[in-house]
């Protein structure tokens, strides 16, 4: 190989190596704190706990609505013209001044339930809203061990390229020699180099592919500067089958211990106190209300001195005026909207159990399918690595004869190629297996470790 082409396909393959890693990498994030710093950063889940926050609010609103109620009121009035002198009740036409003030207030006894079924139906609200957040938090945790472990395999199929290209090179160089001296003809010289072109260009693909899965996670992270971003690499991934559950196993542990079925059972109960709200409507409502009322007048007349100044603090002390009452109203028709209402909270209390009903089935068909795709993953990664130890052998054979003379460049080529394609499957069954493994741990209540 010429010097010059030799020092590109050095620059190449360090270029390959630190593309996209970040030399000054100041960095490296693992995959705990890759989905704790998703989680803190995602946009949907700031929304959900605004929600949260909402429901807060609205669940002290009905606990408030067993308290009193009060007010007080006062006015002061300028009037002319024709009125009435409510001192002795005559009419008269003058302009005087006058007032009153008092304070009321009102205590609900008993309203069918009401009450206590809408502070029911906020507290469910509430924990429902906190339990949706939580299986967001639970989704965004898979999609980065996703997106994480998708980097991890780009990565190792990237080294598997480096490696092969740098041995390309190198059996191009000792062809150039055995060309030379006539050992092997010169179409074995260039189909090495075809070949040598073909690992360049996977390079260069397996180089891209790193970089779009650091995108993806870097997105899912919402990071939108990628200098510098790499990730950490675990020390020992575990392929083993020991960890794997039954999906009936899974299952009932996942049915008793994920928001996402604890938060659909809070909304069934949210609609059936809203079913509770509506009947509740049908009943009287018996309510303790009370008033203290004064007015005062420059028209005034102190009954006991009519003759002497009559104050207004002294109107307002004898014209005092007070009130206690229980009051009842019976609801007998108000045009079918109560019944309306009934019919509508029984539709949506229904619809909160389908509901209910499609979470299990959707959970229990995801638990099926990733147990099914895990163990799928792991008896191909068994056989490739079977195929892989056979084939390394065969083509450790092939690349002796080549370098004999023995064999031409199109077997060493084909040989080359089925190992490359026999490691990259092994790899891609090894990564699905971690991801669905992980994922069936995490159904069962255990954190995402690696």
């Given amino acids: 190989m010429r010097p010059i082409s030799r020092l590109v396909a050095f620059v190449l393959i360090l270029v390959s190596i630190f593309a996209g890693k ?12 890759c989905i704790q710093h998703a989680q803190e950063q995602n946009i949907s889940i700031k929304r959900q706990n605004l929600q949260i926050q909402s429901s807060k609010s609205n669940l002290q609103t009905a606990r408030a609505g067993r308290l009193p109620s009060l007010s007080a009121w006062a006015s002061h009035n300028l ?21 009153n003030m008092g304070i009321q207030g009102q205590l609900p006894l008993f ?6 079924n809408t502070i029911k139906q906020q507290k469910y609200a509430m924990q429902a809203a906190t339990a949706e957040t939580a299986t967001l938090r639970n989704s965004i945790a898979i999609q980065v061990t996703g997106a994480f472990l998708q980097v991890l395999f780009a990565e190792e199929l990237h080294q598997v390229a480096i490696e092969q290209y740098k041995i390309t090179l190198e059996q191009v160089e000792s062809t150039r020699v055995f060309v030379e001296y006539g050992r092997m003809a010169k179409a074995d010289l260039l189909e090495i180099q075809a070949q040598a072109a073909q690992d360049a260009l996977a390079l260069t693909q397996a180089e891209n592919q790193v970089s779009h899965s650091e995108l993806t996670l870097a997105h899912l992270m ?8 790499a990730i950490s690499h675990p020390r020992f ?3 083993s089958d020991s960890s794997l559950r039954s999906p009936e196993q899974v299952y009932n542990v996942a049915l008793n211990s994920l928001p996402r079925i604890k938060g659909a059972e809070y909304r069934v109960k949210a609609y059936e106190s809203g079913l509770a709200i509506a009947k509740s409507n049908l009943s009287p409502n018996i309510g303790l209300s009370g008033m203290y009322y ?3 007048s420059e028209l005034g007349v102190n009954p006991l001195s009519p003759t002497n100044n009559y104050s207004y603090s002294s109107q307002l002390q004898d014209n005092s005026y007070g009130r206690v009452s229980v009051n009842m109203n019976i609801p007998i028709f108000n045009q079918l909207q109560t019944k309306n209402q009934i ?10 159990k389908l509901a209910l009903d499609l979470a299990k089935n959707t959970l229990k068909q995801e638990i099926q399918t990733a147990y099914s795709d895990a163990k799928n993953a792991l008896a191909r990664y068994d056989a490739s690595a079977l195929a892989v130890e056979s084939i390394q052998e065969s083509h450790n054979f092939v690349t002796e004869r080549y370098e004999s003379g023995l064999a031409t460049g ?26 669905r493994s992980k994922i069936l741990d995490f159904y069962r209540g255990n954190l995402i470790k690696l």
């Avoid at 009037?79 to 007032?99: A, C, H, L, P, R």
């Fill in 410 to 435: 199109i077997e060493f080529s084909i040989s080359k190629n089925r190992l490359i394609v026999t490691k990259s499957n092994l790899l891609q069954a090894k990564y699905e297996f971690i991801l």
């Fill in 22 to 33: 970040g030399i000054l990498a100041q960095q490296k994030w693992t995959l705990d704190e």
């Fill in 79 to 99: 009037s002319s013209g024709k009125t009435v002198n409510f001192e002795d009740y005559s009419y008269i036409n003058t302009e005087y001044q006058d007032g």
């Fill in 343 to 352: 019919n509508q909270a029984k539709i949506l209390a229904l619809d909160s």
């Fill in 222 to 229: 919402n990071i939108t500067e990628l200098k510098g971003f």
């Fill in 294 to 296: 004064s007015r005062y």
């Fill in 111 to 116: 309203n069918g339930m009401g009450i206590l």
């Fill in 237 to 239: 991934l575990e392929i």
